[in-house]
């Protein structure tokens, strides 16, 4: 029901812009979330957006870098990246929530992931 995409090799430095789209569900109804995880660690929330998107959240060593938006027109919500580190190098997954939460603790749907992959 949470398909994401985007995922790619870049190098260090370039962008890339990732999507999840929500199919069969009322996706404006949930927050979302951005969650990475890189190989051999524990799983990282990114950034995190309100059901309007009115309200955003990132962690730290995002911030300024990266951009969560919506648009709940076409069921998608995006992530830009910017300035990106051979260490975001990670699987990124989105998450629906319907936790008001941001970030957000539980996830109600996931996405199947995708690999972004910087290098240096």
């Known amino acids: 029901q949470l398909q994401a995409s985007g995922g790619g090799v870049v190098q260090a430095g370039d962008s890339l812009r990732l999507s999840c789209t929500a199919s069969?569900?009322?996706?404006?109804?949930?927050?979302v979330g951005w969650i990475r995880q890189a190989p051999g660690k524990d799983r990282e929330i990114v950034a995190g957006?309100?059901?309007?998107?009115?309200?955003?959240y990132y962690a730290d060593s995002m911030k300024g870098r990266f951009t969560i938006f919506r648009d709940n027109a076409k069921n998608t919500v995006y992530l830009q990246m910017n300035s990106l580190k051979p260490e975001d190098t990670a699987v990124y997954y989105c998450?629906?929530?319907?936790?008001?939460?941001?970030?957000?603790?539980?996830?109600?749907?996931w996405g199947q992931g995708t690999l972004v992959t910087v290098s240096s």
């Open positions: 998450a629906a929530s319907r936790s008001p939460l941001l970030p957000a603790t539980d996830y109600n749907y």
């Open positions: 957006i309100s059901w309007r998107g009115s309200e955003t």
């Open positions: 069969g569900l009322s996706f404006s109804a949930f927050s």
